[in-house]
């Protein structure tokens, strides 16, 4: 039951530095937070792509939204467009922000469903603001916006701005390679890292930024790791940065292939790309030759491979170290939930720290939200490799026929019948998420809710039809992407 003053952080890029920064701020002259960092324990560092909850941890700490982007070179993202995952050829949008209006007892996807019945036949699409805008490769956001959105930007520089917030809020930074982990030799606890200096840097919590190795959580305390391989069958990726495009979309593309997919993230001074593919299905040297012969602009670096095992581990606390980032699991970047989950973790932290010690109770309830938050979001990823109809390779073949989790079934089957959806408040995608990319990969639903037939038919006809009209008015108000990047947040180059 010792009580908690300093916290060592192992390992820096993202996820390190997202700590620090966040437990500086936040405790201030509570606790000491050192990060010992070096290019040995290293992270993958491709997580370029975010989602929108990033907005409300930079209002936590209270990071400038233009300053952040001129340092990253970010742009701003507005949804991920979808192409050939129900089908080759096909193409959807999975859009931020909300779809049409509901009411309490039936949301809008009811009405939607309804609609088409009475000849009312325009896509789900039409219906939503981030999404049309996306389309339109437009953008803008002021204080009275309600416009939902998240960024690309550069991983390693923005590793380099939270280190320099951090080190502001009193984050100290040690330099050095960790030799070995000097552990309680009754309790296992973690006492101190050793560095190959003779460096001792003592803790009472230690957290694990070391990447895909675990070289706390699982080197030394052996936690276990739970394997998703056989619902999320990708294990590699190749990746490559490119020069910048002409235009700059605010989405991110996944663009699915026989062996899995390709990302293409444009930022303001070059695009990022990665090819995700099963090594059982594609080998190395292809999935190289694939991703550089689908590039859209010249190459700025040699192509890298990464391997990685889908799953999380058995325990996210384990004694007084704590997995965060790759160390804990991961499901993958399909829908850009990786520095998210650091980000929502060190929340969680910082809502159960330790102060006076670990106790199995604050440690219980951290693994349990940890565990329910990622298989949910387990469950989403599934479903995009799940709901297929391509026939084309043996690697759609094998997900579109294997067995699912239970739960995922169950939304499937309950959208399938009915066109319900339903969102728990301990999940991250909200409904109209499942419903896009359900109704986008081909999952019509055979009924909905008749409460909406109370609604008269020409009340219903101009409910539908001013949300478009307002959304089609607003979005053709906004200025191109890239010109308001130049006037809101334009990078030097360098």
């Known amino acids: 039951m010792q009580q908690v003053k300093k916290v060592v952080i192992a390992g820096g890029g993202t996820a390190g530095?997202?700590?620090?920064?966040?437990?500086?701020?936040?405790?201030?002259?509570?606790v000491d937070v050192t990060l010992v960092e070096s290019e040995e324990i290293g992270t993958v560092g491709v997580g370029e792509a975010t989602i929108p909850p990033m907005l409300v941890f930079h209002k936590l700490l209270g990071i400038?939204?233009?300053?952040?982007?001129?340092?990253?070179?970010?742009?701003?993202?507005?949804?991920?467009?979808?192409?050939?995952?129900?089908?080759?050829?096909?193409?959807?949008?999975?859009?931020?922000?909300?779809?049409?209006?509901?009411?309490?007892?039936?949301?809008?996807?009811?009405?939607?469903?309804?609609?088409k019945t009475l000849g009312i036949d325009y896509a789900i699409d039409d219906y939503c603001y981030e999404l049309q805008a996306a389309e339109a490769g437009r953008f803008a956001r002021s204080d009275s916006s309600s416009i939902s959105y998240a960024y690309h930007?550069?991983?390693?520089?923005?590793?380099?701005?939270?280190?320099?917030?951090?080190?502001?809020?009193?984050?100290?930074?040690?330099?050095?390679?960790?030799?070995?982990?000097?552990?309680?030799?009754?309790?296992?606890?973690?006492?101190?890292?050793?560095?190959a200096s003779g460096q001792r840097v003592e803790g009472d919590l230690f957290i694990d930024c070391s990447g895909f190795r675990g070289l706390l959580i699982e080197q030394t305390l052996q936690t276990g790791y739970e394997n998703w391989q056989h619902w999320l069958p990708c294990d590699s990726a190749v990746v490559v940065q490119?020069?910048?495009?002409?235009?700059?979309?605010?989405?991110?593309?996944?663009?699915?292939?026989?062996?899995?997919?390709?990302?293409?993230?444009?930022?303001?001074?070059?695009?990022?790309?990665?090819?995700?593919?099963?090594?059982?299905?594609?080998?190395?040297?292809?999935?190289?030759?694939?991703?550089?012969?689908n590039l859209e602009t010249a190459p700025l670096t040699e192509p890298r491979l990464i391997r990685y095992q889908t799953g999380r581990r058995k325990q996210f606390w384990n004694k007084n170290c704590i997995a965060m980032g790759l160390s804990s699991g991961f499901v993958e970047p399909l829908e850009s939930t990786s520095i998210y989950l650091f980000m929502n973790a060190v929340v969680r932290l910082l809502k159960l720290f330790p102060f006076n010690g670990m106790q199995s109770a604050q440690v219980d309830e951290y693994n349990r939200q940890s565990i329910v938050e990622l298989e949910k979001i387990r469950d989403f990823i599934i479903l995009h490799y799940h709901l297929t109809r391509r026939d084309d390779s043996a690697f759609w073949r094998y997900c579109r026929t294997m067995a699912i989790p239970d739960s995922l079934a169950q939304r499937m089957a309950l959208f399938r019948e009915c066109g319900q959806c339903f969102q728990s408040s301990d999940e991250l995608f909200r409904l109209e998420s499942w419903v896009h990319v359900m109704l986008g990969q081909g999952l019509m639903p055979q009924g909905y809710n008749q409460l909406v037939a109370a609604v008269p038919e020409a009340q219903l006809r101009q409910h539908l039809q001013g949300i478009r009209q307002t959304i089609g008015q607003v979005v053709g108000k906004l200025p191109p992407h890239q010109e308001f990047i130049r006037r809101y947040c334009q990078a030097e180059k360098n």
């Open 153 to 195: 930007l550069d991983a390693g520089r923005y590793a380099k701005f939270l280190r320099e917030f951090s080190e502001q809020h009193g984050a100290r930074r040690i330099e050095g390679r960790i030799a070995r982990v000097e552990q309680d030799p009754d309790s296992q606890h973690i006492r101190a890292l050793v560095l």
């Open 64 to 115: 400038d939204e233009q300053a952040f982007m001129r340092a990253t070179h970010a742009t701003f993202k507005l949804g991920i467009s979808f192409e050939g995952w129900g089908d080759i050829g096909e193409r959807y949008i999975h859009p931020f922000g909300t779809t049409g209006k509901g009411s309490f007892l039936a949301d809008f996807q009811h009405y939607w469903l309804h609609g």
């Open 242 to 293: 490119t020069e910048s495009a002409d235009t700059l979309p605010p989405y991110t593309r996944a663009m699915a292939h026989d062996s899995g997919w390709q990302w293409r993230i444009p930022l303001q001074h070059r695009v990022g790309n990665g090819l995700v593919y099963s090594s059982a299905h594609l080998d190395d040297d292809s999935a190289r030759e694939r991703l550089m012969t």
């Open 17 to 30: 530095w997202v700590t620090a920064a966040a437990l500086s701020k936040q405790l201030a002259n509570l």
